[in-house]
């Protein structure tokens, strides 16, 4: 699998760390995965590319040959098929979600799938918020929902898409008024946005009504929504 990582950000540093620094962020990101629902195959894959990160940059000759290589414009690293999924936790760490989505899915009995599709899912979701926070509401319920169902699909994760479901409940109603205010330029978008305001109705059972949609909007609230 070739990917755009390379020795340096595989362990998070920067050229010029030191060895002391590079065996201290070994030690700290070793055993460490960034969701607490990844195998102990996804962990021992990350423990073995991460220690030959340290095994080239601790080598005085193999850190000036990689330096070299690097310098000449050696671009990207070849990682081997059965550690591919620490690659993807790693560029997910590094916001490089984009690279993870387009990372070729494994064997169905690879033991590593089920992290293949939480790593996926893990970067919907950060790209969904991310979104969010830009002002996108439309994208982000898209991420989010992406997300939801590939998990829905598989599952798997239970929790996790119940976090999920939380954020799109809690967008709704921006993603609603997103969707309507942009359905001039995007006809689409209308259907889309009656639909989703006609489940908050539903759910709240009607306008004043006291159910919960579970959007944090009081009665006063929604009316003025």
Request: proline fraction near 4%.
């Given at each position: 699998m070739?990917?755009?990582?390379?020795?340096y950000s595989i362990l998070g540093v920067k050229p010029e760390a030191s060895t002391a620094y590079l065996e201290q962020a070994y030690?700290?990101?070793c055993n460490w995965l960034p969701h607490p629902e990844f195998s102990e195959a996804a962990l021992a894959a990350r423990r073995r590319i991460?220690?030959?990160?340290?095994?080239v940059l601790?080598?005085?000759e193999e850190r000036l040959a990689y330096d070299h290589a690097l310098a000449e414009g050696e671009v990207g690293l070849e990682v081997p098929a059965e550690d591919a999924i620490a690659a993807l936790t790693i560029l997910y760490s590094l916001g490089d979600y984009p690279e993870v989505l387009a990372a070729e899915a494994p064997a169905e009995d690879d033991l590593t799938r089920s992290d293949w599709i939480l790593v996926r899912a893990l970067s919907r979701q950060a790209m969904g918020l991310a979104a969010w926070q830009e002002g996108d509401f439309t994208a982000a319920g898209d991420?989010?929902?992406a997300a939801q169902e590939e998990l829905m699909q598989a599952g798997l994760?239970?929790?996790l898409r119940g976090e999920l479901q939380a954020y799109l409940c809690k967008l709704r109603p921006d993603r609603i008024i997103h969707l309507l205010s942009t359905a001039a330029e995007f006809p689409e978008r209308l259907e889309q946005g009656l639909t989703l305001l006609k489940e908050m109705l539903a759910e709240r059972g009607g306008i004043?009504?006291?159910?919960?949609?579970?959007?944090?909007?009081s009665t006063e609230q929604f009316l003025h929504f």
């Amino acid at each position: 699998m070739r990917t755009s990582l390379n020795h340096y950000s595989i362990l998070g540093v920067k050229p010029e760390a030191s060895t002391a620094y590079l065996e201290q962020a070994y030690k700290s990101l070793c055993n460490w995965l960034p969701h607490p629902e990844f195998s102990e195959a996804a962990l021992a894959a990350r423990r073995r590319i991460l220690t030959r990160s340290l095994q080239v940059l601790t080598n005085p000759e193999e850190r000036l040959a990689y330096d070299h290589a690097l310098a000449e414009g050696e671009v990207g690293l070849e990682v081997p098929a059965e550690d591919a999924i620490a690659a993807l936790t790693i560029l997910y760490s590094l916001g490089d979600y984009p690279e993870v989505l387009a990372a070729e899915a494994p064997a169905e009995d690879d033991l590593t799938r089920s992290d293949w599709i939480l790593v996926r899912a893990l970067s919907r979701q950060a790209m969904g918020l991310a979104a969010w926070q830009e002002g996108d509401f439309t994208a982000a319920g898209d991420a989010l929902e992406a997300a939801q169902e590939e998990l829905m699909q598989a599952g798997l994760f239970l929790h996790l898409r119940g976090e999920l479901q939380a954020y799109l409940c809690k967008l709704r109603p921006d993603r609603i008024i997103h969707l309507l205010s942009t359905a001039a330029e995007f006809p689409e978008r209308l259907e889309q946005g009656l639909t989703l305001l006609k489940e908050m109705l539903a759910e709240r059972g009607g306008i004043e009504g006291q159910g919960n949609d579970y959007s944090g909007l009081s009665t006063e609230q929604f009316l003025h929504f």
